[in-house]
């Protein structure tokens, strides 16, 4: 569904539900990681783009009290929020907690919101490792910067969307998602230092190129408590190796270093840990270089071994994204496939693949056959183009 089509689709709910037309509109993407996973967190390298897949939200003044009621079409659910005071997480996560978490954390910072209605619809699928979450935090900041009329520096528009999903989804997740959600650039991917924050957008646009998402609808609900427990074996690798994050250090360190972790029962898991880390930070490197040169297949390559360490190293893969990788691979560059992996957290979700994109078609349908046929699954598969960032409409 394009953009104009969520935004009638979201404008029909409005007038339906609240009546009138509604006066502000936001719109926030998901994304896809080119490579760079499971990096954020330990200071390193991400390489995202937007999707065209939003999550548009439209708004308008609500008479007296001094509460938010936001129906999501999602759910078709409607709940009501406190503009006065940060409310207290749920213990139950659902599709509240990151509209509470955002508005609480927003507000708490000192944007003063007056009473509205709104209407959540979204085409990123759930659950599926978009950043579906991400995109309706950064959606529902970007509504509050509409209705308040003071704009949020978007380094901290994202810092605060993550502290939502921290204290109100208890997901500690990197920056990440919100990052790119909050400041994509069309037409651009982002090579993003999760130390510095430094950014660079670096053009994606050749009309030579696509990239493929196709979701294994598959999620394993390992993903909620293994995300955690691999932040705290990176964390103990980092302690191992004497620094702060696993950014300041290097392959050679942590070879010279091996022994500290062979003398722990959990030692091996560890280093494999870290070694997913300090190698995918090479790939990351030698995947813009390769991009910058248009050196597809080298790009790709860094992709499929990418893959390979996030299964092998860090262990958050799946039989069903192992098959499309796969599946990809063995089409390969002679049938316009030059790179796949997971993408995103894992335990399921999608495979991002970069291909040639006049035979997108015949690619796709390849993929949905052979995959169909190993797992019995109906995979969901789309081109998607590097799209701009969080905006109010
Ligand atoms: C999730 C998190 C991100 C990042 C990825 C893995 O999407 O939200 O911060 O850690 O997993 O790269």
Known sequence: MSLNHLLQRADCAY????????????????????????TDYNGGFVFPMAIER??????GPRAGGKKAAVWTDTFDEEAEFELARKEPPAEKVDWRSYVAGTIGCVLEKGLAADPFNAVIVSDVPLGGGLSSSASLEVGVATLLEAVSGTAIDPVEKALLCQKAEHEYAFMPCGIMDQ????????GHAMQL???????????LSDPRIAVLVTNSNVKHTLSGSEYPQRRADCAKAAELLGVRLLRETAVPALEDSRAKFDALDDGERIYRRARHFLTEEERVARFAQALAAGDWQAAGEAMYEGHRSLKEDYEVTCPETDALVEIAERIGAGGGVYGSRMTGGGFGGCT???????KAESIAEQIRTAYRKATGIEPAIFVTRAAAGARIL
């Open 15 to 38: 007038t339906a539900r609240f009546g009138g037309e509604p006066l502000w509109h936001a719109a926030a993407p998901g994304r896809v990681n080119l490579i760079g996973e499971h």
């Open 54 to 59: 939003y999550t548009v939200i439209a708004a």
């Open 179 to 186: 990052f790119i959600s909050a400041m994509a650039a069309e």
């Open 193 to 203: 230092d999760c130390r510095s924050f430094e950014r660079k957008n670096v053009p």
């Open 352 to 358: 991002v693949s970069l291909i040639e994109a006049g």
